[in-house]
């Protein structure tokens, strides 16, 4: 009989409120017992099936599915399949959902969903790369909206008020070169993240975390054909290091910033 492939697993805790951990495994044979957190257990899987146990009512990951298990509800699990499955895990702080929710989310754990699906595997990507804490925020905040959706059905909130994305704006470009989160604007501004990145995405056709960025390579592009080195330049705008600076400039630019200065600018758009 061949060996199982081996198993893995990795883990990290992300500078992005809200979130306590990410897990991402592969497993063949590992087989959770009965267990609590004490996070909200937000659960995609890419290969493969789970078969699991919550709150003594026998459930399963269907394909393409969200899997939500509440804090302090035991359960457990299991590959449903020979092959195993691979899965990528976000345990959130209680908060984000709130604990009234914990019976909903134990009446109906796996969501069809495929924009929440998106939504999620969006965020895993955007935790693995340095320096898009705010991305990372706006997403989890669309997120936790659209589970609340889920669990609480509500009727559609009134259009926002446009003034809001205007003082969100001028506090971002106030704060152009330091760390801003979406916790920090949302209590500044007295509005719910998710609010404000819906409605600063209505008003100006772009999130908050991308019209951020922007702005700064567009400050980026002045420093460099000042003569500053990109270095300096990605330290100065806030940016997480060099080669982040460098990811965004090409993708937006279409070249490095290095290039950029050397060449006078001749590339840029």
Request: positive net charge; charged residues 25%; proline residues 10%.
């Amino acid at each position: 009989m061949p060996a199982a492939p081996p198993e893995e697993t990795s883990a990290w805790r992300p500078r992005v409120p809200g979130v306590v951990e990410v897990f991402h495994a592969h497993f063949t044979a590992h087989r959770y017992p009965m267990h609590v957190h004490d996070s909200w257990t937000l659960l995609i899987v890419d290969d493969g099936a789970v078969r699991y146990d919550l709150d003594r009512h026998r459930r399963g990951t269907p394909h393409d599915t969200v899997s939500l298990l509440p804090p302090d509800v035991p359960h457990n699990g299991s590959p449903a399949t020979e092959d195993g499955f691979r899965k990528r895990v976000l345990y959130l702080e209680p908060d984000q959902l709130g604990r009234e929710l914990i019976g909903p989310a134990v009446d109906g754990p796996d969501l069809a969903d495929p924009l929440l699906r998106r939504r999620v595997g969006q965020l895993h990507t955007v935790l693995g790369t340095p320096g898009e804490e705010l991305q990372a925020e706006s997403r989890l905040a669309l997120i936790a909206e659209r589970l609340r959706h889920h669990l609480r059905p509500r009727p559609a909130a009134a259009d926002p008020a446009p003034g809001l994305a205007h003082d969100l704006r001028e506090l971002l470009d106030a704060r152009l070169t330091e760390r801003t989160t979406l916790a920090d604007a949302a209590r500044l501004l007295h509005a719910h993240p998710a609010h404000l990145v819906r409605t600063f995405s209505t008003a100006f056709g772009l999130p908050p975390h991308q019209y951020l960025t922007t702005r700064r390579i567009d400050r980026a592009r002045h420093l460099l054909l000042d003569g500053h080195p990109p270095t300096a330049v990605a330290t100065a705008l806030g940016f997480h290091d060099q080669s982040h600076l460098t990811r965004h400039f090409r993708r937006i630019v279409g070249t490095t910033p290095g290039r950029f200065r050397e060449r006078g600018g001749r590339a840029h758009g």
